[in-house]
Nanobody, 125 residues
Framework: QVQVMEFGGDSVQAGGSLRLSCTVS????????LGWFRQSPGKEREGITC????????YYADSVKGRFTISRDNAKNTLYLQMNSLTPEDTAMYYC??????????????????WGKGTLVAVTS
């Protein structure tokens, strides 16, 4: 049974930084592409970034490009999201999800139906 757990959400002022972590169990971590999604109240869930199993290919949505960095540590079965220059528009619940395909601009449609509780990021102005 695949399980994911997200950590690191917090309340931060605009312009600040946070690093989210996600541990994944129940699958061969180093053979899976992984993605970060977020959802704000009243908005659709948004796939913001992904990383391939061999960490030389990543994708970023325009909304986070240049500010967020995805990375992974296969030895620790852990996925990371470094978030810089945060704005109130980044306020959301953040989730990590295994991707049933490679990492590219279409990755969101290949998200596996494995969702953790998420971690809340709140950015105040």
């Amino acid at each position: 049974q695949v399980q994911v757990m997200e950590f690191g959400g917090d309340s931060v002022q605009a312009g600040g930084s946070l690093r989210l972590s996600c541990t994944v169990s129940g699958l061969i971590f180093e053979e899976k592409a992984l993605g970060w999604f977020r959802q704000s109240p009243g908005k659709e869930r948004e796939g913001i970034t992904c990383i391939n199993w061999s960490p030389n290919r990543t994708y970023y949505a325009d909304s986070v490009k240049g500010r967020f960095t995805i990375s992974r540590d296969n030895a620790k079965n852990t996925l990371y999201l470094q978030m810089n220059s945060l704005t109130p528009e980044d306020t959301a619940m953040y989730y990590c999800v295994p991707i049933d395909a490679g990492c590219d601009w279409e990755f969101a449609q290949w998200a596996e139906d494995v969702w953790g509780k998420g971690t809340l990021v709140a950015v105040t102005s």
